[in-house]
């Protein structure tokens, strides 16, 4: 089934990380494999890189490594391992395309999951209390972020798997999607004959390369979710975040549910009522968007992180 | 007797409900649903249950000849396949609200989503603001009035029933046309208005079926191309 979440926070007043993970809780029983957020912090001159660590004995040797084949591509600011992963602060000089291929080119098995000067993600296998204990949810702090919890009906149960997706090769681009993607394996032939690349086999991470496309032809990301009503086929209920903007996109037939509420504090955007009224109490009527439509936010410019 | 649903999972609060009715209750508020699924379903007695706030899905499912008020918005799926009673949502109403219902009353007083009142097999539908895409899809039976605007492909493949419509519509399903209410119509909307305190627009549309797809016809196969 899926569960989907987004919040905006308008006026820096509610803790993000807390927001998100009592909303990831509700809806953990919509999705029990994984769990993942993507949160936007304070805006870094750098570039922030989270890396999957792939499965191996010499973790440190690996590490080690990774770190030289970054700095091939420029100086490396600060690193740290954490579980899973190695989050990189890198030159924010350094062509980020360039980084990626260089680092999946040199490392079997390693992943980019995310890359950008604000956008951070963190997934793994099992609940929305296991990414707490592992990855402290509930302290981190942001203008706005979007999460996922995962019920596989396509592909595998592993991190790689797991969402939010980046959209790579976009800075600061990342999607969560409940439903399913029906023309996922035209389109994916369509985008590896033009020389795009995936990383697993979830139907959901077309989405980030279908934005990727479209933004690269010159479409704003608000005009490349309006092409993707007509150019997805099946169910989809899903959220697009950048730098400085939240948005959803609901499909024709309505397939799948979503939940809007907004008041002056914030933007909530849940699968299900159950998590807004969980994290936000009852202060706000919360709609059902029409099926066909988006929204789209702009994050005020203003908000202290 | 109020039964607060804070701090309980939804099989107690459904528990509480049936143990409450068992012993004779009738008058029932059910205080901080906030959003759960699955509350108030299969009410077999004619009880009275208030709930103080938004529910999610299913609330009041399966129910037989209970009236039930939700103070707040309703999910998807609202008072589905019920037999006989009242469901009153002072919000508005997810998708497929009154769903497969086959007697009795749902009110929605404010917008209702996607295929309001899908496979209605009798009873009464009604709608004080908008409904949206396919509403009344392959509806069978009963009444169904939507004082407000009605989405797209209205009443697809509707069989028998009628929907009324006061505002506008998008556009009409397959197999679904317009025919002029009759004096008897108008009454019995007026009266069901009033009757639920809901103002209403003076004059309703009337929809019902074209009866093209009821039976297989070689000549209208391009209709049924069309419908399939």
New interface residues.
Partial sequence: MCGIIGFLDKTGSRPLGQTLLTMLDALSCRGPDSAGVAVFGASSPFWIVQIMLPEQEDRAGAVKKILESARDCGPVINHQVMEAFVRLEVDGTIDPVVLEETLVRRHAGLEVVSLGHSLEIVKQVGSPAGLEKAYSIGKRQGSHAIGHTRMSTESRVDLSHSQPFWAHGVPDLATVHNGHITNYHKLRRQYEQRGYRFCNENDSEVIGVYLRDRIAAGLSLADALRSSLDDFDGSFSYLAASADSLAYVKDR??FK?LMVAETVEFVAIAT???????ALG?DF????P???TLGIWTVPSKVAV | MEINCRDKTTREINRLLRESIACGDNDIRVLEP????NLGVGLLKPVYVVFD??V??YCAGMMDGANVEIRG?A??GTAESMMNGTVVID??A??GVAASIRGGTVVVRGDA???AGVSMKGGTLLIGGNC???AAFMMQRGTMVVCGNA?HALADSMYEGTVFVGGEIESLGNDAVLENPTAADRKTLQKLLESYNISGPKSFRKVVSGRKLWNFDRKEIDLWKVAL
Wanted: net charge positive.
């Fill in positions: 037939f309505g549910p299900e009522e159950i998590a807004l009224r969980k009852r009527v919360s709609l059902e029409a099926p066909g | 906030d959003g759960r699924h706030g938004s999610g899905y918005s999910g998807w919000g508005n997810g998708s989503a996607a295929r949206g895409y396919m989405g």
